[in-house]
């Protein structure tokens, strides 16, 4: 749902632009794991592509599913680790979606063997295909890890991106509760990564010590098996699976992250956070706050990619 509603702010600035949109898709070998269940955990799998396909048709937008109709003079896209062969053929721009995923044994293997598949090593290879004609990225250190792994200079651009650029925003919210430790944590064990969750909550009551705890689960988490976990610690912790985890940090006193981009929003509000992640580190990739106008400035973007000769 983070790249659909980025991409839809990004085509609501291409005034004058015929847009269809789509779920997420691959090529063969990914449509027969998909086929078979075995990508559930990823933004290919059935689940998030009927999340996607609800909001497109809950705002009526174009919907060309899978790009069946092709034809296309710009594709506009949140990752390149799996890049569609039937849109080769197109002008294409990355929008970086958020956070990238630790450099681990897979990120090395991906880099060692280039005709392995990008996505085997999770978003940690973002922005490495060098397919793309640009790339927009949240910030001027996202665009130097980029460049120091590889990546083309000329093809980096510096927007922010929709969903990170105004965090401020997310004090204007509903949400009835204030002055608590947040904890949002990763789908880090549905992804089939290495994770303890035992010891993470164990830091969490470290952390929180008697302050109120409220759990903001990831999508994809099981919702049955977290809260069971959470309860063994946390007995009166609130735990939620759906809401808004930006506005739930507007309203904390303290965020505690896994792997997740939400921790941006904790460090742009100027909040106190905990990540798996050097927090130093992440200070200097913090997307930049432009009050909004990232999807315009992607746009901008997008049209200059347009009027430039085909590579």
């Keep these: 749902m983070n790249q659909t509603t980025q ?13 269809s949109f789509t779920p997420f898709y ?17 933004i290919g799998g059935h689940k998030r592509r009927g999340w996607c396909l609800d909001y497109l048709r809950a705002h009526q937008l174009d919907i060309d599913l899978d790009g069946a109709c ?3 003079d710009l594709v506009v896209i949140c990752t390149d680790l799996e890049i569609p062969d039937n849109v080769a053929g197109a002008k294409l721009v990355v929008v970086q979606e958020g956070i990238f995923d630790p450099e681990g044994f897979a990120y ?28 927009c990225v949240a910030s001027d250190g996202y665009r130097d890890h980029l460049v120091a792994r590889g ?29 608590y ?14 994770d303890s969750r035992t010891r993470f909550l164990a830091r969490c009551k470290q952390i929180a010590g008697d302050r109120p705890v409220i759990f903001k689960l990831h999508p994809n988490e099981n ?38 981009s939400t921790v941006f929003v904790g460090l742009a509000l100027g909040k106190e956070v905990y990540s798996n992640f050097d927090v ?12 909004g106008t990232s999807g315009q400035r992607i746009a901008e973007v997008c049209r200059e990619v347009l009027a430039a000769p085909s590579r």
């Design 7 to 19: 991409l839809h702010a990004v085509a609501r600035a291409l005034d004058g632009v015929d847009a």
């Design 26 to 42: 691959g090529n063969g070998l990914y449509r027969t794991l998909r086929r078979l269940g075995l990508v559930e955990v990823t």
């Design 70 to 72: 092709g034809g296309y």
């Design 108 to 135: 090395r293997v991906c880099r060692r063997f280039p005709s392995w598949p990008r996505w085997l090593a999770g978003t940690a290879m973002t922005g490495l295909s060098g397919a793309y004609d640009r790339m």
């Design 151 to 179: 990546a083309d200079p000329a093809t980096i651009a510096v927007t922010g991106i929709p969903n990170f650029d105004h965090c401020a925003g997310y004090y204007r919210n509903d949400f009835p509760h204030r002055n």
């Design 181 to 194: 430790v947040l904890v949002c944590t990763s789908d880090t064990r549905e992804t089939l990564k290495l």
């Design 223 to 260: 919702e049955a098996r977290c809260t069971r976990d959470i309860r063994a610690v946390f007995p009166d912790a609130l735990v939620y699976l759906k809401g808004s985890a930006e506005e739930m940090i507007a309203n904390c006193d303290v965020l505690i992250t896994q792997w997740s």
């Design 280 to 291: 130093d580190e992440l200070r200097r990739l913090c997307p930049v706050q432009n009050g």
